[in-house]
């Protein structure tokens, strides 16, 4: 991979945040309702409105509020919380490492799962193996999370069971089990949803794979079963998960917005929720801002994992 090309690369990922900081901030500009209103109540007097805007600045221009917000995330400071009147970089900041923390779990059991599936299926076409795990990821597929983590919650969580703990969250540095023990939900929930999906398509790709020349010819020449599975087939089979792989990293780290409000789960979706419930344009410009710069960074990730594992991929 030549240095120009990952240049080329970053570019195109600063130019993408700073596209995402404009429309992020015209989109939290066409909100219905005022912030002051949402802060103050509805019966708040004229004057009082006023003060609160003018304290907020959201009585200046559009163009003046959007370079005031810019100038501070490009030096740390994403100003500060309508709801809470705390600032919103430490807050989000300690929402994304909660999440990250989930995120991890979760891909670490997507990938020690998905992909032996996928290969197994593959390897059994036809055969029962391959059956009860095509029915399981078509389950899997088409449960939504929220109808998914609900069903888990009731049985799990219900007082029947009683597993694992409904809601919450404890730090890992305070107690690691019982982190462990308020987290099970919402990572099982993921990798379930994520297990199913990806290991449908490490199976498809690898049936493609199973049939080619290629395959064959290493099979004719006597190459260990196992060999010609893990060490041939599965390696040009991983592309197409890779990229699913890298947009669900993104994706968890939004914690699926539905999983962390239904497990009362304080990630980084949880607060862009409440975000949005209270109009906190602060809270809500850097939750997205955040999420969209992750989808960013795992797309080019995913660029990167490419051209190691498929040498015919050169990037100029």
Not at 289 to 305: E, S
């Amino acid at each position: 991979m030549s240095a120009s090309f990952l240049l080329k690369r970053l570019f195109y990922l600063v130019l993408t945040a700073f596209l995402v900081t404009l429309i992020i901030f015209g989109v939290t500009q066409v909100l219905p309702a005022n912030a002051a209103t949402m802060i103050l109540g509805e019966y708040a007097t004229d004057e009082a409105l006023a003060a609160v805007n003018a304290r907020l600045g959201l009585d200046q221009s559009a163009l003046v509020q959007y370079w005031s917000w810019l100038s501070g995330v490009l030096h740390g400071d994403f100003g500060t919380s309508m709801r809470t009147g705390q600032p919103v970089g430490p807050t989000i900041l300690a929402a994304l490492g909660r999440s990250s923390i989930l995120a991890v779990l979760s891909l670490v059991l997507v990938s020690l799962l998905a992909i032996p599936l996928g290969v197994l299926a593959a390897a059994r076409r036809g055969k029962a193996a391959d059956l009860g795990i095509s029915l399981v990821s078509y389950i899997g597929v088409s449960l939504p999370e929220f109808v998914l983590a609900t069903l888990l919650l009731v049985w799990l969580a219900g007082p029947s069971v009683g597993l694992f703990p409904a809601s919450g969250y404890t730090s890992f540095a305070e107690n690691p089990l019982d982190a462990l023990h308020h987290i099970a939900l919402p990572v099982i929930t993921l990798t379930i949803v994520l297990t199913a999906h990806i290991s449908r398509m490490v199976r498809s790709e690898m049936v493609d794979t199973l049939g080619s020349d290629f395959v064959r010819a290493a099979r004719l020449r006597g190459i260990p079963r196992r060999q010609v599975l893990f060490r041939h087939a599965l390696r040009n089979s991983l592309l197409p998960a890779i990229t699913v792989i890298a947009l669900d990293i993104g994706y968890l780290i939004g914690g699926v917005i539905v999983v962390e409000e239904v497990f009362s789960f304080p990630g980084i979706g949880r607060q862009l929720i409440l975000a949005i419930q209270n109009r906190d344009l602060p809270m809500l410009q850097a939750g997205a801002l955040i999420m969209a710069l992750t989808y960013a960074f795992a797309n080019l990730f995913a660029d990167l994992v490419y051209g190691m594992l498929d040498k015919r991929i050169q990037y100029q």
